[in-house]
């Protein structure tokens, strides 16, 4: 199948913890991207890299480092976890050309910090 | 002032009926926009991108778009319970890689 895959589906961890999300697109993009979307619903965006190099880098704590080893993967990682981290994270892509920033989105990572 | 603006809902329409989306944005130079679909506990999901002013129609849904005040909307003509689901309403700034920008969702209920 041809989609955007994130991995784990679910993480529970403790406050103080590191973790990383995975993400891989097989849709031929060159466009990747990490949102955060809260409790309140609200989709914000963290980060997006283009061919491996850094695009846009909002204001998000130094705790997130995303990483793009080549254009089809984007895995995130957090440090030092927190309460307020808890949330759905969603990796999405785009292509190039017209139907630039048309994204396409996994499937979520539901990460709960206690 | 919000960048996006959308109600938050819930818009509660009966089966067979137009329902009614809107959204403003901020940025008077916003070049896209695009309207995702979102069910509970669900990734979005585009349904559908408009560039220039005027209708854009694909299938059930109409999506419109009026730059010079600042407004695009969504109609979804014969609704369907299987429509009920939260539409996110997008806008992209002009130029190289622009962030997209997200409002917070209108929730619709397809009543049967």
């Known amino acids: 199948d041809t989609a955007v895959s994130q991995t784990p589906k679910y993480l529970v961890t403790q406050m103080g913890n590191d973790k990383s999300i995975k993400c891989e697109q097989n849709l031929g993009h060159d466009t990747m991207y990490w949102y955060k979307q809260d409790s309140k619903k609200f989709l914000k965006i963290m980060f997006s890299y283009n061919n491996k190099e850094l695009i846009i880098n909002e204001t998000v704590p130094n705790r997130f480092s995303p990483k793009s080893p080549d254009k089809a993967h984007l895995n995130l990682h957090i440090n030092s976890l927190e309460l307020g981290d808890s949330a759905v994270y969603f990796c999405?892509?785009?292509?190039?050309?017209?139907?630039?920033?048309?994204?396409?989105f996994g499937p979520g990572t539901r990460l709960t910090v206690l | 002032q919000k960048e996006v603006e959308q109600n938050s809902g819930p818009l509660s329409v009966p089966e067979g009926a137009i329902a009614s989306l809107n959204c403003t944005y901020s940025?008077?130079?916003?070049?896209?926009f695009f309207w995702y679909r979102q069910y509970s506990g669900k990734s979005p999901e585009l349904i559908m991108s408009i560039y220039s002013n005027g209708d854009k129609e694909d299938g059930r849904f109409t999506a419109q778009l009026n730059k010079a005040s600042q407004y695009v909307s969504l109609l979804i003509r014969d609704s369907q319970p299987s429509d009920s689901a939260t539409y996110l309403c997008a806008v992209k700034g002009s130029g190289g890689y622009q962030k997209v920008t997200f409002g917070t969702g209108t929730k619709l209920q397809v009543i049967p």
């Open positions: 940025d008077r130079v916003s070049q896209s």
């Open positions: 999405a892509s785009s292509p190039t050309g017209y139907s630039y920033n048309e994204q396409f």
